[in-house]
């Protein structure tokens, strides 16, 4: 890469690192006027922890990775371990792997959303679906996927240890995964992503470790790779209005394949290659 260009990304990225600090001083004062949000369901933030194939000529028709399921034990109202595809179509899916703390039961779930942002599968109207993930102990080894193939696509989970699968099969006109341009890695990616929906600022939580390996048949570069946070939203869960709007975007990129991008200084912790991607402690 010239070293123009990382002049120019180093930029960013510090820039990025600024807005950082924002967000952690915005959830600060936020609790400061009110400590009880810290611990109490009065405060619902959503926030997303991913690694994005940000290599606008990368392209695959199978996107696989393996993860561990891991039972949370978090007080967050839910964590999910998903992949994301972005499609030639512009359409952005999503397959993933839960824990239901509720009924003590593991669960698969997937969205699609059409090139205009909207929500439209897997029924009419949109909205994530979800079914048990029948036999799914903690500690099994479950490969998270979805593929393209003659105008269907796939969306998986297999458990290694049972050798059980989830899937669901839908009609698309979509005939492969797509990398982004480095500067739109806020909009649909490609890519592992932890999500969480935790009561309070999510740097109170302590995420258990999970790794997401690349298995799929396609590598992309090491210097396309971008790590990213980002806080969506804020809101009251008494009243349902935002009562902060701590959105910010991060993204760091590595430099060598074997290079381990870890970024202590955001609110959670997570590092990434072309091979791995890791959340949590």
Same mark, same amino acid.
């Given at each position: 890469m010239a070293a123009s260009v990382q002049s120019k990304y180093l930029r960013? $990225? /510090? $820039?990025?690192?600024?807005?950082?600090?924002?967000?952690?001083?915005? !959830?600060?004062?936020? %609790?400061?006027?009110?400590? !009880?949000?810290?611990?109490? /369901?009065?405060?619902?933030? #959503? &926030? /997303?922890?991913?690694? %994005?194939? !940000?290599?606008?000529?990368?392209?695959?028709?199978?996107?696989? +990775?393996?993860?561990?399921?891991?039972?949370?034990?978090? $007080? !967050?109202?839910? @964590? @999910? +371990?998903?992949?994301?595809?972005? &499609?030639?179509?512009? #359409?952005?899916? /999503?397959?993933?792997?839960?824990?239901?703390?509720?009924?003590k039961k593991f669960l698969v779930v997937w969205e699609g959303f059409d090139d205009s942002l909207k929500s439209f599968l897997p029924g009419v109207g949109g909205g994530f679906g979800k079914m048990e993930f029948k036999g799914v102990k903690e500690g099994d080894s479950v490969v998270l996927g979805m593929t393209l193939k003659n105008g269907k696509i796939t969306l998986f989970a297999k458990d290694e240890t049972t050798n059980k699968t989830a899937e669901g099969i839908y009609k698309t006109a979509s005939k492969e995964f797509v990398g982004t341009d480095r500067d739109s890695v806020k909009n649909f990616f490609t890519g592992p992503m932890t999500e969480i929906l935790s009561y309070g600022p999510p740097q109170n939580l302590r995420l258990p470790r999970q790794s997401y390996q690349n298995l799929s048949g396609t590598m992309p570069d090491a210097r396309s790779i971008a790590i990213f946070q980002q806080q969506m939203e804020t809101k009251s869960t008494k009243t349902r209005q935002e009562i902060g709007k701590l959105n910010y975007q991060l993204a760091a990129f590595t430099d060598q394949p074997t290079e381990r991008k870890a970024v202590k200084k955001w609110p959670m912790a997570e590092w990434g290659t072309p091979a791995e991607f890791v959340t949590g402690e």
């Amino acid at each position: 890469m010239a070293a123009s260009v990382q002049s120019k990304y180093l930029r960013k $990225s /510090q $820039s990025l690192a600024r807005k950082a600090m924002l967000w952690a001083t915005l !959830a600060s004062s936020i %609790v400061a006027s009110n400590p !009880a949000l810290a611990t109490s /369901q009065e405060m619902l933030c #959503y &926030t /997303q922890l991913g690694e %994005v194939i !940000a290599e606008p000529t990368f392209h695959t028709s199978d996107l696989k +990775y393996r993860i561990t399921a891991v039972k949370d034990e978090t $007080s !967050a109202k839910y @964590v @999910v +371990y998903e992949v994301n595809g972005k &499609t030639d179509k512009g #359409y952005w899916y /999503q397959v993933g792997l839960t824990y239901d703390k509720a009924a003590k039961k593991f669960l698969v779930v997937w969205e699609g959303f059409d090139d205009s942002l909207k929500s439209f599968l897997p029924g009419v109207g949109g909205g994530f679906g979800k079914m048990e993930f029948k036999g799914v102990k903690e500690g099994d080894s479950v490969v998270l996927g979805m593929t393209l193939k003659n105008g269907k696509i796939t969306l998986f989970a297999k458990d290694e240890t049972t050798n059980k699968t989830a899937e669901g099969i839908y009609k698309t006109a979509s005939k492969e995964f797509v990398g982004t341009d480095r500067d739109s890695v806020k909009n649909f990616f490609t890519g592992p992503m932890t999500e969480i929906l935790s009561y309070g600022p999510p740097q109170n939580l302590r995420l258990p470790r999970q790794s997401y390996q690349n298995l799929s048949g396609t590598m992309p570069d090491a210097r396309s790779i971008a790590i990213f946070q980002q806080q969506m939203e804020t809101k009251s869960t008494k009243t349902r209005q935002e009562i902060g709007k701590l959105n910010y975007q991060l993204a760091a990129f590595t430099d060598q394949p074997t290079e381990r991008k870890a970024v202590k200084k955001w609110p959670m912790a997570e590092w990434g290659t072309p091979a791995e991607f890791v959340t949590g402690e």
